[in-house]
């Protein structure tokens, strides 16, 4: 079995993430209260952009707007409808859609998750795998679904406007 870069790291992610659950429940019986439901996690949520790692919330987008773009010009070659609307309204491209968005932002979600937990041991010297499985994600999943029905429609209205 030949390992890729993209399954070590989803790994990894998974293994921290689960490494950092019973600090999480140690957590909640100490204090009472899920971090991620917390006003201390709202409280805490201006520190990840101005602490260390904050060139993250700038790159992790970035990225997820590039393979956006890639994916939305594969759908308007290939006449699958727009990311968005075609995941919501188009059960027959539903799971198709799905599977190639989950394998295009795969790493990069990885990424994500290792290093929210990485820079909340920095700045909070504390790991809390909810938060990590949220702010990851939202970095790398709105950014990226939306360039990607966004090129869709573009390429496909640039494409209609030149014939």
């Given at each position: 079995?030949?390992?890729?870069?993209?399954?070590?790291?989803?790994?990894l992610a998974t293994?921290?993430?689960?490494?950092?659950?019973?600090?999480?429940?140690?957590?909640?019986?100490?204090?009472?209260?899920?971090?991620?439901?917390?006003?201390?996690?709202?409280?805490?949520?201006?520190?990840?952009?101005?602490?260390?790692?904050?060139?993250?919330?700038?790159?992790?987008?970035?990225?997820?707007?590039?393979?956006?773009?890639?994916?939305?010009?594969?759908?308007?070659?290939?006449?699958?409808?727009?990311?968005l609307f075609g995941?919501?309204?188009?059960?027959?491209?539903?799971?198709?859609?799905?599977?190639?968005?989950?394998?295009?932002?795969?790493?990069?979600?990885?990424?994500?998750?290792?290093?929210?937990?990485?820079?909340?041991?920095?700045?909070?010297?504390?790991?809390?795998?909810?938060?990590?499985?949220?702010?990851?994600?939202?970095?790398?999943?709105?950014?990226?679904?939306?360039?990607?029905?966004?090129?869709?429609?573009?390429?496909?209205?640039?494409?209609?406007?030149?014939?």
């Amino acid at each position: 079995m030949k390992l890729r870069r993209k399954t070590i790291v989803t790994v990894l992610a998974t293994l921290v993430i689960v490494a950092a659950i019973p600090f999480a429940i140690v957590d909640i019986i100490e204090t009472g209260r899920v971090y991620l439901f917390s006003r201390q996690f709202l409280e805490e949520l201006p520190l990840r952009f101005t602490g260390p790692g904050r060139l993250r919330f700038i790159l992790q987008p970035m990225f997820a707007i590039l393979l956006g773009v890639r994916g939305g010009l594969d759908d308007a070659k290939a006449g699958t409808p727009p990311y968005l609307f075609g995941l919501l309204f188009h059960a027959g491209h539903r799971r198709e859609l799905l599977r190639s968005g989950a394998a295009a932002v795969e790493t990069l979600l990885a990424m994500g998750i290792i290093l929210d937990v990485v820079f909340q041991l920095i700045i909070y010297h504390a790991v809390h795998p909810g938060s990590a499985l949220v702010v990851g994600p939202i970095l790398i999943c709105l950014p990226y679904a939306l360039s990607r029905a966004l090129t869709t429609r573009l390429a496909r209205w640039l494409g209609e406007s030149r014939e």
